[in-house]
């Protein structure tokens, strides 16, 4: 009999790892529910439902990180990972976890203080985007 199914499992990058988290990856469409794994190395991502359906982000790719920051000084669940730019096109991947928190503070002992940041807001990307035009036409 075959097996019509493969169960291997992923070779995790880190070394030393912190307690998984639980929490959400937006790739695609929808949710994945699963767990974080943030190490010496990398960044990981495993999923709850598939073994084989995993994100590894090693450290020296990673631009920064932007922590959602709500209303009252708060952080929020939401958090993105900006990868290095390679081009045009910037990459750009959104997580969510009731310990962002926990979690940004893990990432910024990894890749420094100064790269895990504040998400800018719609009304402070809008005023910039002004900003930017009425400083174009003056010069």
């Known amino acids: ?59 020296e790719t990673i631009a920064r990180v932007e922590g959602i920051v709500a209303k009252q000084n708060k952080i929020g669940r939401q958090f993105v990972i900006v990868l290095n730019n390679k081009g045009k096109r ?3 991947l959104r997580f969510s976890s009731k310990e962002s928190g926990k979690i940004l503070k893990l990432i910024r002992e990894q890749i420094g203080n100064d790269k895990v940041v504040k998400a800018p807001t719609l009304i402070g990307t809008i005023k ?8 174009v036409k003056r010069n």
Not at 13 to 36: C, D, E, Q, R, W
Not at 128 to 135: A, C, D
């Open 1 to 59: 009999m075959k097996n019509w199914y493969n169960l291997t499992m992923v070779q995790s990058l880190n070394t030393k790892t912190a307690p998984p988290i639980a929490g959400i990856a937006y790739v695609g469409i929808g949710g994945n529910y699963g767990k974080f794994l943030i190490g010496d190395k990398a960044f990981e991502f495993f999923n709850d439902a598939n073994v084989a359906d995993f994100i590894q982000i090693p450290w």
């Open 90 to 92: 910037k990459n750009h």
């Open 128 to 135: 910039k985007k002004f900003s930017k035009r009425k400083s």
